[in-house]
């Protein structure tokens, strides 16, 4: 195989024994050399380990990889083990970072470890995973990280070798093997350079979607990916294009058997969402997001693949890792939800997304359009989203309880030592270093205030320390006995009450008496630590109990049809069932905690009512 320079010089280095860090640009070609990796580690019967950012990309991977290294292939997330000890494992950060905290013996067989997105490391919910899992890295493997463009991967990359003592090295790819060609929709009229956006004259006329699509279609620039930041507004904007047809005879044949096809092997013939899309997939026009069926979700990314989808309209996920390359790439507007509120698009994000435009091999060159309304962002906005350069990664350390617990059981009171050796204070000076060092000793006095830890790990701090995420909450009802007196299905509730995140318009639905009880205990529970935790100030809270799911959870383990659901919530299919999967993965970790047995059978229980049809995830990823 024929290697571009930047992918020659990272495979030398890895052969010569070197942990390396590549940053490039998306569709770049980073993948191929992990996949050199893993050929390698293979030949010589060695493990290495793959993670990723997303359960979609940790699944999209295990597909990938599996076609051609077949049972050599394993996948190891929250809600999906199949083939856990292969040689060849992927999974998800966060698996990655509890094995390596928990049980470092499981890590012997692995050589090699590929952190796939590494910049995620800056991301504010779970940037500290990524820090953690670096920190924490065992001695004897080698590591390739992934990233994009990012200004300070040389800062990355120091730290690193300041926490381990070993050299690491860096290859930068600046270029793109298919260069972007940039185009701006704005008042109706579509102009090249970005100058021309401030001489179209006001007004015009109205910015329509449809008339960038047929732009985008008459200059023989289909495929396309329309990135819009909202689910209702990807379903939106796919109806309003019912009146193109994109397809030819032929291919409206080839779509329908293959569309058809798909639906039947992923159980969706005759299902109502399914049947929604059918006649926008006739014209190859499609959707995409995470409210979706996720059995849906697969329907339409292998329809994208075989080529037959010419206009897909779908959320930033979509840009993450999952190779769906496509010539053009359109945005609907320049600002996302970024965790807190509304802002403008990041350099980094708006390369991330607009670099799945340009397929490498079959386009001289991709076509990123954006739809600009003045009103709503500044020229020199635009010029610093478009032409500035990638933000830096910044260090986002907020260790979590169970983290703390697992590094006092192995560091004692040493464990306040560790923060000397993340990221966040190789990067920060020294009044933000004192006030996260603060975070850090306010979180043990509360966890031993509470009674986690005392002379070493009390009983409820072992159970704690299974459970990252929701581990005070949880821990003071097992204290309590609470999960005790639970039956199978009130403990479903529970967990789904505990991962479940309203949306601001989420309904709330009426709730039975012995589910009102149940929430009286937790926020019982929940205001006792959010008072301890504002009174330390520590940020972000414990999580509250959210029981909008509880009759949906309820009637689903007493054997409802999917379908039905629907009558007790206004959750989307995907919500559901992403959330009814996160609860499998709380009742799999209170399995690993050291409760009564009854407890655990009650779990596994649970389990078991729940992970069945559509639910089931590792069913899904064997057909």
Not at 122 to 142: N, T
Not at 148 to 174: C, F, G, M, S, Y
Not at 561 to 579: M, T
Request: aromatic share 12%; net charge positive.
């Amino acid at each position: 195989m024929i290697y571009d320079p930047f992918q020659q010089k990272a495979i030398d280095y890895l052969e010569d024994g070197y942990s390396v860090i590549v940053a490039a640009p998306t569709g770049a070609g980073k993948t191929v050399i992990a996949e050199h990796i893993i050929r390698d580690c293979l030949a010589k019967g060695q493990g290495v380990i793959y993670t990723a950012p997303i359960k979609a990309l940790s699944n999209q991977k295990f597909r990938d990889f599996q076609r051609e290294y077949k049972d050599a292939i394993g996948i190891l997330t929250g809600d999906v083990s199949i083939n856990a000890e292969a040689p060849v494992l992927i999974m998800t950060t966060e698996i990655f970072r509890n094995k390596v905290l928990e049980k470092r013996d499981d890590m012997k067989r692995y050589s090699w470890i590929i952190f796939d997105e590494i910049h995620y490391l800056d991301d504010y919910q779970r940037g500290s995973v990524w820090e953690e899992s670096l920190i924490f890295l065992p001695a004897h493997m080698k590591m390739l990280g992934l990233s994009a463009t990012i200004p300070n991967i040389k800062q990355l990359r120091d730290w690193i070798e300041r926490v381990h003592k070993v050299p690491i090295n860096i290859v930068r790819e600046e270029k793109r093997p298919v260069p972007l060609h940039f185009f701006y929709q704005c008042r109706g009229k579509i102009v090249e350079d970005i100058a021309e956006i401030k001489k179209v004259p006001q007004p015009l006329k109205i910015n329509r979607p449809e008339s960038l699509i047929k732009h985008i279609w008459k200059n023989n620039r289909l495929p396309c990916i329309y990135f819009a930041f909202g689910r209702r507004r990807c379903e939106y904007l796919a109806r309003e294009m019912r009146n193109f047809d994109f397809l030819g005879p032929d291919e409206k044949s080839e779509i329908r058997k293959h569309f058809n096809s798909l639906c039947e092997k992923f159980n969706l013939a005759g299902e109502k969402s399914a049947e929604i899309l059918r006649p926008l997939v006739e014209r190859g026009i499609a959707y995409h997001h995470a409210g979706m069926l996720p059995t849906l979700k697969e329907v339409v990314e292998r329809l994208f693949t075989s080529r037959l989808i010419k206009v897909i309209f779908t959320t930033e996920t979509f840009a993450l890792g999952i190779n769906m390359p496509a010539r053009t790439v359109a945005f609907d507007e320049l600002r996302k939800f970024y965790g807190r509120s509304h802002k403008n698009l990041k350099t980094r994000d708006f390369y991330q997304m607009a670099g799945r435009s340009g397929r490498r091999g079959i386009d001289k060159e991709g076509f990123v359009y954006s739809r600009i309304n003045p009103r709503f962002i500044s020229f020199e906005e635009l010029k610093r989203i478009v032409y500035g350069e990638p933000e830096r990664v910044y260090s986002q350390f907020n260790t979590s309880y169970a983290t703390i617990l697992n590094l006092y059981l192995t560091y004692g009171e040493k464990l306040y030592d560790i923060y000397l050796l993340s990221f966040h204070y190789f990067q920060q000076k020294p009044f933000i270093r004192k006030r996260a060092q603060d975070l850090f000793r306010a979180k043990v006095k509360i966890l031993k205030k509470l009674g986690y830890i005392g002379d070493g790990l009390s009983e409820k701090g072992f159970f704690a320390s299974k459970i990252y995420g929701y581990e005070l909450s949880l821990g003071e009802l097992y204290k309590q006995d609470i999960l005790e007196r639970l039956s199978e299905i009130e403990l479903g509730i529970l967990c789904a009450a505990l991962v479940f995140e309203p949306r601001k318009a989420s309904r709330k639905p009426r709730l039975s008496l012995h589910v009102r009880k149940l929430k009286q205990i937790t926020d019982r529970v929940v205001k006792k630590i959010r008072g301890m935790e504002n009174g330390f100030q520590i940020r972000p809270l414990s999580k509250e109990y959210f029981f909008h799911l509880a009759p949906c959870i309820e009637a689903w383990m007493r054997n409802e049809s999917f379908d039905k659901l629907f009558r007790y919530s206004d959750a989307d299919e995907g919500e559901i069932i992403r959330y009814f999967r996160m609860t499998i993965q709380i009742l799999r970790e209170i399995t690993e905690t050291p409760v009564a047995q009854k407890v655990k059978e009650k779990a596994k229980n649970a389990i078991r009512l729940i992970n069945r049809d559509i639910i089931d995830a590792e069913k899904q990823l064997r057909l």
